[in-house]
């Protein structure tokens, strides 16, 4: 049973638009989430987080959404750049566990 | 500073041998944890260490297990390996003090084949 999802394994923007990648969890529990890029053989590297407390963190392009009555969050990357092409992950913590989604697979197009 | 450590990088076993991978976390950092991931199914927890204890363990069989030094370094290690255990093995770490609010930071991985 999957408790963090992300029902989209791919997504293909052009370059300078928006990029919307998206997250769903079943564990209310989860009080902080996070968003982890990852290139072909590195590992996964930190990108932004959020608090259970907060709707919304923003850090330069990228701005996270938190909608905790749908248990929905989203990654949004504006404006999109070709760099940013890469395998996406949400992760959520609950207590001592961090659970990680299957990622989403972003291509951006020059 | 020094990010996350792993070693080696890429390995070949064959089946039913035993490996041992490496990971030297950020200094200062007393948290370890270690995940597998394998083509369509994300990062699955394998276990954390915190000052040397195991403080979570995630759904794998008896097969994996880790440890991890006074100096905060880990290793894990699997024995009788099979085919499905191929897979890059991560390991992260974070300063985790407290219960929520911390990041944890990832190494390049072990890409391990099982042959």
């Known amino acids: 049973d999957q408790q963090v999802k992300q029902n989209s394994p791919s997504l293909s923007v052009q370059e300078g638009r928006i990029s919307i990648l998206n997250c769903d969890y079943t564990?209310?529990?989860?009080?902080?989430f996070l968003w982890y890029k990852k290139y072909p053989a590195e590992g996964p590297t930190f990108l932004i987080s959020?608090?259970?407390?907060?709707d919304k963190n923003e850090d330069g392009r990228f701005t996270v959404f938190l909608n905790k009555s749908a248990k929905h969050l989203s990654l949004h990357i504006v404006p999109s750049q070709p760099g940013d092409s890469a395998v996406y992950f949400c992760?959520?913590?609950?207590?001592?566990?961090?659970?990680f989604g299957p990622g989403t697979r972003l291509s951006v197009l020059p | 500073k020094a990010g996350v450590t792993q070693t080696p990088r890429y390995l070949i076993k064959t089946r039913g041998q035993q490996v041992t991978l490496s990971c030297s976390p950020i200094?200062?950092?007393?948290?370890v944890s270690w995940y597998q991931q394998t083509p369509g199914q994300g990062l699955q927890f394998l276990f954390e260490?915190?000052?040397?204890?195991?403080?979570n363990k995630g759904n794998f069989p008896g097969r994996f297990s880790g440890r991890q030094f006074s100096n905060s370094r880990s290793e894990m290690n699997v024995s009788t390996l099979e085919l499905g255990d191929s897979a890059l093995y991560l390991c992260?770490?974070?300063?985790?003090?407290?219960?929520?609010?911390?990041?944890?930071?990832f190494g390049e991985g072990s890409w391990l084949t099982v042959v």
């Open positions: 992260a770490s974070s300063l985790r003090d407290s219960y929520s609010g911390n990041t944890i930071y």
């Open positions: 564990n209310s529990m989860f009080d902080y």
């Open positions: 959020i608090s259970s407390i907060k």
């Open positions: 992760a959520a913590l609950a207590s001592q566990n961090f659970v």
């Open positions: 200094s200062g950092h007393r948290s």
């Open positions: 260490y915190f000052s040397e204890t195991q403080r």
